[in-house]
């Protein structure tokens, strides 16, 4: 294993990464950073040498300190948008992404305080005003259905 899946592209980057759906009662795990005023899925860029749903188990075991199983492939999201973190501030960034929904068990309990990252955990229903990414999670998972789907956003403009 190891280097993430991002690769310089001209004057941007290419990620590729999985998202994972953790869902509770309704509500969904998301993760937020002190710094910005938007929540995103747990997850994070798929490691050269990983598969897809090697690198969903590994990121939510980071990030939950617990290993969960997936349960299916729920949507394939192609995306453009500008980058806000350092070393990709202003940036273009393509984005290719997996987000799996995983099987939570009853007696999981997730760490929610602020990891050495600055990033917290919070339980987000997906109708909330606050922003949060992927924008498709407000409208698909307030009612899941089987199947993958396929979504493309362009944030670049």
Known sequence: MGQDMTVPCGDGFINIRVGAIIMRDGKVLMVK??????????GGRIQFGETAEQAVIREVKEETGATLEIDRLGFVHQNYFIGDVPPIVGKVIYELSFFYYMKVPEDFS???????????????SPDTDKTIY??????????????IKYFTDDERI
Do not use: C, M, R
């Open 33 to 42: 950073n002190a710094g910005h005023d938007y929540y995103y899925s747990v």
């Open 110 to 124: 997730p760490n929610l305080e602020v990891n050495n990252y600055g990033e917290f955990l919070e339980w987000i």
């Open 134 to 147: 992927p924008a498709f999670y407000k409208t698909q998972l307030s009612k899941p259905q089987n199947g």
